[in-house]
């Protein structure tokens, strides 16, 4: 998933009538998000990410004795490409669901590969449309968002699953697990933080707010890691309830050598263990690029740190009250240094909007 819709508005979408009707009384976070991926540049992208479409096809293609003569549902299909996929791999039938007009565009898709007969797109919520069949054997969704959560549509996964999944049905992909690791940034200083306390001989600290508040994705190279990464949180498609998307979850970070460290970056790691041999693809800063990048959460204050020394603390993240797809992500630390000068511990808000 792509997640772009801060970068467009309502406004500059080419509606179609029948778009526009069942957009109908969907609050305008809501229309802003589904009409994001009415243009096909953000599809583009994400089709042009191979770690992430690879990744897919492998676990698709590897496995066909997994989805033969199988009903799979395609949660989120987009341009069609997962369903395409499972057809390929012998699906008896594909049901591919998206809200977004590009639904349009894969019924053409699905035509001139010749696999209409083989694939029922619906457009509509997942949450609302009338499935062809009571139940699925096979979920395929490609639901993930910066920071995994952000924008995140795993919600409407884990309501397809209980609403559509048969018993032992399978899930693709079926677990995620969010890494953090603690980096140095040269840029702090000048550039990124430092930059706002003088602005052309002015006092610019409200951006500077917002440069501590907002995380930015970015990507972040290996030799900036300070610490080793540390797994904080690991979801189980099959058992995850969207209730554990709110949470508090300890991390302790071991620091790899004598540096500072700037900020605290997140990633996420997905896998397919249904598969024969499990197909897994990462986003971190070790990995080839994504279009997820990495998620940088800048600190307050500039921790001075020692080989072997360990920053613990906690992530904590919910969804924003009033905008349900906004993540509200705290992020609290204490750093006993060998020397007590060096002491540290702060508490960090940010708003992922
Ligand atoms: N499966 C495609 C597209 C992934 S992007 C691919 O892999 O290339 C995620 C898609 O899910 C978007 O097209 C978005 O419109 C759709 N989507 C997100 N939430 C949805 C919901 N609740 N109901 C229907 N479609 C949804």
């Known amino acids: 998933m792509m ?20 957009m109908a009384g969907m609050d305008h976070a809501e229309v802003r998000y589904f009409t994001s991926y009415d243009h096909h540049g953000i599809h583009e992208e994400m089709l042009k990410d191979e770690v992430r479409t690879k990744s897919y096809r492998d676990a698709i293609y590897q496995n066909r004795h997994i989805f033969k003569d199988k009903v799979v549902l395609d949660v989120g299909c987009g341009t069609g490409i997962l369903s395409m996929f499972a057809v390929k791999a012998g699906a008896r039938h594909v049901i591919g669901v998206d809200m977004s007009s590009i ?20 457009q509509g919520k997942m949450e609302e449309v009338i499935l062809p069949f009571s139940k699925v054997d ?14 995140s549509m795993l919600d409407t996964v884990l309501y397809a699953r209980d609403q559509y999944l048969a018993p032992g049905g399978k899930i693709f ?7 953090l690791a603690a980096i140095e940034d040269g840029e702090y200083k000048e550039d990124k933080i430092g930059f706002w306390d003088n602005v052309y ?63 605290i970056i997140a990633w996420f790691d997905i896998s397919f263990t249904a598969c024969h041999k499990q197909i897994n693809f990462s986003t971190g800063p070790h990995a080839k690029y994504t279009h997820w990048k990495q998620t940088v959460f800048y600190l307050r204050d ?12 906690h992530l904590e993240n919910k969804p924003n009250e009033r905008n349900k797809r906004d993540l509200d992500i705290r992020i609290s630390y204490a750093f006993d ?17």
């Open 3 to 22: 997640n772009g819709s801060t970068n467009n508005t309502a406004t500059d979408t080419p509606w179609t009538s029948s778009s526009a009707d069942r």
């Open 103 to 122: 639904i349009e565009k894969a019924r053409q898709i699905v035509a001139v590969n010749g696999m209409s007969s083989k694939i029922t797109l619906l």
């Open 138 to 151: 096979i979920i395929v969704s490609e639901w993930m968002g910066y920071f995994l959560l952000y924008e």
């Open 173 to 179: 992909p079926d677990k995620a697990t969010i890494y």
């Open 201 to 263: 001989g002015f006092n610019y600290s409200p951006m500077k707010e917002v440069a501590l508040t907002e995380p930015l994705v970015d990507t972040v190279e290996m030799k900036a890691l300070v610490t080793d990464p540390y797994p904080v949180l690991t979801l189980d498609l099959y058992t995850v309830t969207p209730a554990d998307l709110a949470f508090k979850a300890p991390f302790s970070l071991t620091c790899k050598r004598s540096d500072f460290i700037h900020a």
């Open 302 to 313: 500039v921790l001075t740190v020692e080989g072997d020394e360990i920053v613990t603390g």
């Open 337 to 353: 240094a060998s020397d007590v000068a060096r002491h540290a511990e702060g508490r960090c808000a940010y708003k992922m909007c």
